[in-house]
Structure formats: C-alpha cells, structure tokens
C-alpha cells in the first residue's frame, strides 16, 4: 500500500485519466474529488460489498442441489 501525505486542493494521479483531489479535512473526515471517466464506476467500500454480496446470493440462489442416488435393489 502506498501512504501519500496531501493537504487540501492537493491533487494525487491515478494513470491518465482519474484524478483525485482533496477538497476538505475536517476531524478525522477527508472529503476527495474524483475525475475519473464516466464509464468507471466509483463505489464507497460498503457499497461495493454489499453489491457483491447480494450478486454472490442471487447466483447461488438458483443453484439445483445435486441428485442423491437411490440405494441399489439386491
């Protein structure tokens, strides 16, 4: 994990096309600007796991159990 120091209207970039920029620090609260093309999506962390939870649920909802085999005549 790389730990940048910034301070506000100080800006941190992400390859060529997202920008990150500090707007405020307030406490123990940071709010960020994110420039970033419309076809990325930005999620907050809870967020995502929530998201990805609920798709892991729905995927395994429509799983059919396994057939039990039926015990051999003698």
């Known amino acids: 994990m790389l730990?940048?120091?910034?301070r506000p209207g100080e800006k941190i970039v992400l390859g060529d096309d997202?920008?990150?920029?500090?707007?405020?620090v307030s406490g123990q609260t940071v709010r960020l600007g994110i420039d970033a093309?419309?076809?990325l999506p930005i999620y907050r962390e809870e967020i995502w796991a929530a998201v990805k939870q609920e798709n892991e649920a729905a995927a395994n909802a429509g799983e059919i159990p396994p057939l039990r085999?039926?015990?051999?005549r003698a």
């Open 37 to 39: 093309p419309k076809s």
């Open 18 to 24: 997202i920008t990150l920029m500090v707007m405020e």
């Open 69 to 72: 085999k039926r015990p051999e």
């Open 3 to 6: 730990i940048i120091t910034r």
